[in-house]
């Protein structure tokens, strides 16, 4: 098995920034779960004013699926709905349905990102209160709010967004709870301290996983709740990361659809936390060893680490909730030994030439004002 390190690695001068940055998250997130403090306090005092009872929260890529977690930590901590929608589906097809009463989360690192900055517009065209998270307070996106919130990561090189998506995920726990304690519930917070000595252990884990078991072609990643958050996020580094044309689907959705995929030697990575969803990962898990598949999971769940071929055991007596926070590493560092092993360049996206210019400079739909559709340059 190869070591995950990249130090002599041909035309580098030692390990490369996702390898550095893995490991920084701990005290990142310490950091930032101080310094949101003030502002979740401010977003609930502004969001009491406006008598706030629609959620929503939009964003692409790991921005979108942060809300993912925003979602289910909403629900079950807050007892509240809040929508996950992808910055383009707000912009152009459903805005309608945003009002002065709607809050509005517009996420992006960057905050240069044109269909959030879109999907921003309209929301304030709507009336509804808008929020946007970004680490550039002087980005189009922060200048376009009602409210800034500073995302606290500053210093990220990697184009694997490490802390960033967690980053984000931690401010939008901290606001579930704080919707919660307004109607007298309170949860303990996240313990994002306890990551610190699970950054090496994962490392470790992900190392002794033999170089056959991450050189396959085809990958799911699946999962359910934060299950599938965290999965979306490592689905996405396998491929910025490694180059890997991995994708991912809801678990009961893949038991539907994305089964009929599968041949020998797919690999299909879970990540569950013990309960809820577990027992049907098992389940699966089972019907992918009939097909031939290569089963990993990332959990706590001792059956469900029995049950699949390869696990990446979380710690135990993880919260739940805190699912995300942890998971994030493992698939992280996999994502890194995959790029080793391809020969790939973990700090280099392939096709960013085309991507970033996409992402960016992309020209501006508006919501119509005359019954016709209008583009603007970004």
């Known amino acids: 098995m190869s070591e995950i390190t990249v130090d002599g690695r041909q035309g580098s001068a030692g390990p490369s920034l996702l390898e550095q940055e893995i490991p920084l998250q701990p005290m990142v997130l310490e950091r930032a779960q101080a310094a949101f403090a003030g502002p979740v306090a401010e977003l609930m005092r502004q ?14 890529g790991d921005s ?64 509804a209160f808008l929020v946007a998270v970004t680490s550039d307070g002087a980005s189009a996106l922060a200048q376009s709010a009602d409210l800034w919130i500073d995302n606290c990561v500053r210093a990220e090189r990697s184009n694997c967004r490490t802390a960033s998506f967690q980053a984000v995920s931690l401010f939008m726990r901290m606001v579930a ?25 994962s490392r470790q884990q992900v190392g002794r996983l033999a170089d056959g078991v991450l050189t396959g ?59 809820r969803a577990s027992s049907r990962a098992r389940e699966l898990a089972g019907g992918l060893g009939e097909l031939g598949a290569v089963t990993l999971a990332v959990t706590d769940d001792d059956q469900l680490a029995a049950a699949v071929d390869h696990a990446v055991l979380l710690p135990a007596g993880m919260h739940e909730d805190d699912l995300p926070f942890f998971a994030a590493l493992p698939l992280q560092w996999m994502a890194l030994r995959m790029a080793l092993l ?5 700090d280099r996206v392939a096709n960013k030439s085309v991507n970033r210019p996409l992402i960016d400079d992309s020209v501006l739909w508006e919501p119509p004002g005359d019954g016709r559709n209008t583009l603007v340059q970004a």
């Open 342 to 346: 391809r020969g790939e360049d973990p």
């Open 64 to 127: 979108f699926f942060a809300g993912l977690c925003a979602e289910v930590w909403f629900a079950r901590r807050a007892r509240r709905r809040l929508r996950p929608v992808h910055a383009m589906q707000l912009s152009r097809e459903t805005y309608h349905a945003l009002s002065p009463t709607s809050l509005v989360f517009a996420v992006s690192h960057s905050g240069t990102t044109a269909r959030v900055i879109e999907a921003a517009r309209a929301a304030r065209a709507q009336g």
């Open 217 to 275: 072609d085809h990958w799911v990643f699946t999962g359910s709740g934060l299950g599938l958050a965290a999965a979306e996020y490592g689905k996405a580094k396998c491929y910025e990361a490694a180059t890997v044309a991995a994708h991912c689907v809801e678990l009961e959705q893949f038991v539907h659809c994305e089964i009929f995929t599968v041949r020998p030697e797919t690999r299909v990575m879970m990540v569950a936390s013990t309960g």
């Open 47 to 60: 969001a009491s004013k406006r008598s706030v009872d629609d959620w929503v929260v939009t964003g692409c």
């Open 177 to 201: 709870d704080a919707l919660a304690a307004i109607s007298g519930e309170s949860h303990r917070p996240a313990r994002v301290g306890e990551l610190e000595p699970y950054v090496d252990e």
